[in-house]
């Protein structure tokens, strides 16, 4: 955990480099899904109650020069109307017209810094990048959980010149949460992973092999496994490099009594886009499997049923249509019903997938890191989280 939390950080009269994570969805110049900057809100509202002023920047998109259409614009209207205070928006994140507007903040007030990835150097970790970066401020917030897996300037870099720091509130929660499957979890302790490849999840795999009752497996991922085991899948989305793996990682889990639950039935097309989906137990040479079927639907909850703790990384189905997002819905919503389970959704797709719905809100916790999660999952040591912990 971080050596400081926010509400440990003295912030009267100073000004706070806040790292968040912006990275929003935008449809025809206005933000498709707010949960991100929603997500940030408490922080900012705490460092400007306790009369700082509050210095806002995020990466957004992955722009190969500058671009209109990925400035955060938006961004800075969606926060002036959502805390009640004018957040403008500065024409750069650095540079002397930039930092004039940072000293002309006062207490109580917040300006939103342009796109960091405009500037290159931000994803090479520039030291003179981050020393601009870092100018004009008096302490340093890192409340963007979803980067924190990137050693960035505004992630790491920073750290070298604003020596008091802390971690904000969502970062706090997501480091909270997460670190309960790691060190503490409930027992019984069930993984529901899910997605298109099995090379995405290897080492979360590995990790969670050791630590939980049962895996359950679904998403284009449990063809590979399936077709390591001998079972014919179609055309089912298959990594043909993966399946001794697969097979390693069934045999590891047989070693050590764990249940790797795989689909027993589908609902399966002859592609996304084409033919009337169908319920089959076994996969036709010319179909391929998009949903788990209603019998694994049934398996996977029975599984869920008594479990104290739960993770899940990964929708079950091409979620993205209609047709193919029952499985993950069905699950989700008796997760999100079951009492007494401590359940935490990974972000990315999976948030994706079940964020929105009237049950979604009974999750104990929902990742906003795509990559930041899997990383913590695996067992690893996140760059954005290790520069929080030293103070100089």
Known sequence: MPALELTQLRLDGRK????????????????????????????????????????LCSHLGRPKERTPELSLKPVAEYLSTA?????????????EVTLRMVAGLKPGGAL?????????????????????LARGKDVYVNDAFGSAHRAHASTVGVTRYLTERAAGFLMMRELKALSVLLENPARPYVAILGGAKVSDKIEVIRNLLTRVDAILIGGAMAYTFLRARGVDVGRSRVEEDKLELARDLMSEAIRRKLR??????????????????????????DRMGLDIGPRTIQEFIAHLAGAKTVVWNGPLGYFELPAFAHGTLRVGEALANQPGVFSVIGGGDTAAALSGHPWSARFSHISTGGGATLEYLEGRELPGVKALETQS
Request: aromatic share 4%; proline share 7%.
């Open 83 to 95: 805390l009640g205070v004018k957040v403008a928006l500065a024409p750069d994140c650095i540079g």
């Open 260 to 285: 790797l639950v795989l689909p027993v039935d589908h609902v399966v097309a002859a592609s996304p886009e084409e033919g009337t989906a169908e319920t089959a137990e076994t996969i036709p040479a």
């Open 16 to 55: 706070a480099l806040v790292r968040c994570d912006f990275n929003v969805p935008l449809r025809e110049g206005r933000i498709a899904d707010p949960a991100r900057v929603e997500a940030s809100l408490d922080t900012i509202r705490y460092i400007l109650a306790q009369g700082g002023a509050a210095v």
């Open 112 to 132: 939103l810094l342009e796109n960091l990835r405009f500037h290159p150097e931000e994803e090479a970790n520039d030291r003179d990048f981050a020393h601009e």
